[in-house]
Structure formats: C-alpha cells, structure tokens
C-alpha cells in the first residue's frame, strides 16, 4: 500500500481539531471572506447530511472566535486584518433527533445551560426563547461585541416527525418559539448562520426568520461544501497520485474513477461539479474506492417519504421538479423528488430556463448502486427491470 500523504479527518467536524491535529483541509475561507465583503448578515445553508455543513460552522465559529492562528496559510489571512473576538454561541441540534417534546424542551435547556455557562451565568428564565433573548444581550453587554449565532442542522429534531401532522406540530411550534426571538435582537447581532437539510416553510418553523438569505442554489456558494473537481485536480493532486498508485492507475484514471464514484453534485442552474467529501476522505484514508455514503445509514423520513408518495425505481431519474418545488418544506411536498435533492440522492442534471424545471437524476455511481441495491428492494415500488441496465453507469447528461 502507498503512503499516505496526508492524516484524513474521518468523522472529524471541528475546524480547530483539524487545523491542530494537521489533518487535511480544503480551504473554504473564501466563503467567509465573501460573507463579510458583501456584508451578509443572515445566512441559510441547506446540504445534504455528511456533506461538510458542520465543519463550515466550525470554521465560522473559529473565525468570529478570533482564533487567527489556526488560519495561517488559508485564503482568509490575507483579507482580514483585525480578528475582532465576537462572542459566539454555537448550537448544535443533531443531537435532538427521535425526541418527543418534552425530550426536546430538556435538550433546548440543557444547550442553553452550557452556552450560559460560558458567560458566567444561569438563568433563572424557563422558556427557551426568553433565555436565548438574555444570553444574547448578556453576551454582549460583558464583551462590548454584537453577538454570532450558529445553529447547526436546526431542523434534526424535526426531520423523522415529517409526515406525522400529530407529531411534527408540537416540535415545531418549539423550535418557532426557540428562534422567535432572534429577528428582534438584530441590534444586539453580528451574523447569524443556520444549517439544515430541509427548508422549512416561512409559514412554519421560518416564520419568525424571514429575513434569512437562503444561498443553498447559487451558483457561486455550489461548492461551499463538498470537495470540487478543481479542488481534487489543485489541492488534493498528491493524494490522487498516491491513491492512484495504491490502487495500480495512472493519476488520471484514478480521477475517472472517483469522479464515477463520488463526483457528480450540482446544486444550483450553473454548479460547480462536487465530490461528496464523506466518501472521498474514506476511499483516501482505506486506499480503497467503494461505496461509503450508504453505508453510514438511511434517514428514517426519507424511507418515509418513499413509502408515502409510491415511488417508482424507473421515475426517479426521468422526472422533473419546477423550480418553486424546492422551496416547498417537507410538510408541504406532493412529490418526494425534492426531499431526494435535498437529502443527496438525486442531483440537478439540467436545467431549463425556459420552463424553468430541473431534470434530476443520481449523482454518480455509489449512490444510484446504493439506491437501487439498499433501497429498492424494501422502499420503492416494485418493477420488473433489468438489473445490469439499471445498475450501470448513466450517460453523463451535456450541461
């Protein structure tokens, strides 16, 4: 086996872990150095699950922390000159999934416990939305620094409860009350920056939020997270080569066949191509190329919505979405074509500006294999076909 050029982050999502512990990193930092050019403010990020979201966070954590020296040698050094220390406060809610509403009351108070913690304080407030109110204006009376708010794939909690109207209302209406308060605090704030995989409607869980700039499909943020092909081809060259040689290929037949494997991402009308960084980083660290992505488990609201909406294993690649069909939340869809973009099964293949729908189709081989082998059999609408014409490789579509 060759040497391994790099240390690869497997699981790790903590820019500061990363930078520390010398692993790989992909400089995304022009990202934030585009945030405050433009000086965006409110920011919604929408990708799919394992695909960076959470170490984007962190690195916008890192960067309003001030912590310049974990930046040396990135984009971002030479743009910003003066590392003001904001006080952030960073929630993440992936560890709010599968809980009934009272669960997610304890778990709400006990993210606030610690983020109090840090400014030295417990409040004496019992709803969620009043201290998050307090420990903002409290953040930024002790610093004499607006305040950064992050919260991480906000809509974990929400996500499994989807398609029960019983359920899903009582979570919802927290998670509305939770960031009820965060428009009114906008004197008191620096930037705001949410993740999910989901949008959530402005007439749910964003009604309080409808200031939020969703740049989930533009064009020039297709590839804030993930790995681009010009990334793979500049940055990560060295440890194509050595996969490469690993595994008895030339350097570029070891890119064909990544790119078979795991490129194939657009998520917007002109997308850069992206990898699935989860896949990517595994097959580099196991000198191995294989399916990874499905492997690391199926959300239980996507086998859900194949149930609900009877969808066909022929269907999926031969339909089209229009393009107010993204922006329709899970509670409201009528097609699971959409909840498949969003949760990465299916990708943008074109686009049509007159009719202006998306034709969608599987990104690349590991997950229509994966779709078509895991799900399948046990999720989708049984139909006689011929497997060595369905499992192989589609013709890569002119976009």
Request: glycine share 6%; with cysteine.
């Amino acid at each position: 086996m060759a040497r391994l050029v790099n240390f690869y982050p497997v699981g790790i999502q903590t820019f500061e872990n990363i930078r520390e512990g010398n692993y790989l990193y992909v400089d995304k930092t022009k990202y934030v150095i585009d945030f405050r050019q433009k000086k965006m403010k409110y920011i919604f990020l929408s990708r799919p699950r394992r695909f960076g979201k959470s170490l984007f966070a962190s690195t916008l954590h890192a960067y309003f922390a001030g912590k310049k020296e974990l930046f040396d040698g990135l984009a971002i050094a030479d743009y910003e000159k003066e590392w003001v220390k904001y006080p952030v406060l960073h929630f993440d809610m992936s560890g709010a999934k599968h809980m009934d509403k009272s669960h997610l009351e304890r778990y709400l108070s006990d993210v606030l416990d610690d983020q109090e913690a840090v400014f030295g304080y417990k409040s004496e407030k019992v709803d969620p939305n009043i201290r998050l109110k307090d420990l903002v204006k409290k953040a930024n009376e002790q610093t004499g620094q607006k305040v950064v708010i992050i919260i991480d794939e906000y809509d974990a909690p929400l996500l499994d409860v989807v398609h029960e109207k019983e359920n899903l209302q009582p979570l919802r209406q927290m998670m509305q009350n939770f960031f009820s308060p965060v428009k009114l605090l906008d004197p008191y704030l620096e930037f705001v920056f949410i993740t999910g995989i989901t949008k959530f409607s402005q007439l749910s869980i964003f009604s309080e939020l409808n200031n939020l700039d969703n740049i989930s499909m533009y064009d020039q943020y297709s590839a804030i997270c993930g790995i681009s092909l010009t990334e793979l081809t500049t940055t990560m060259r060295p440890d194509v080569e050595a996969l490469g040689e690993s595994l008895g290929m030339t350097y570029e037949q070891c890119v064909e066949e990544l790119r078979r494997y795991y490129d194939g991402y657009h998520f917007s009308e002109h997308s850069e191509d992206v990898f699935n960084p989860f896949s990517l980083i595994k097959a580099l660290n196991n000198q191995k190329i294989a399916p990874y992505w499905f492997g690391s488990g199926t959300p239980s609201y996507l086998v859900k919505a194949l149930q609900k909406y009877h969808v066909g294993v022929m269907d999926i690649e031969k339909d089209s979405c229009d393009v107010d069909d993204f922006d329709v939340s899970p509670e409201q869809m009528t097609s699971a074509l959409p909840l498949l973009y969003q949760s990465g099964y299916l990708t943008i293949k074109k686009f049509n500006p007159i009719l202006h729908r998306y034709t969608l189709g599987y990104p690349n081989k590991e997950v229509k294999i994966g779709m078509l082998k895991s799900l399948a059999p046990n999720y989708l609408s049984p139909i006689s076909y011929d497997n060595s014409s369905v499992v192989g490789d589609s013709p890569k579509t002119n976009r």
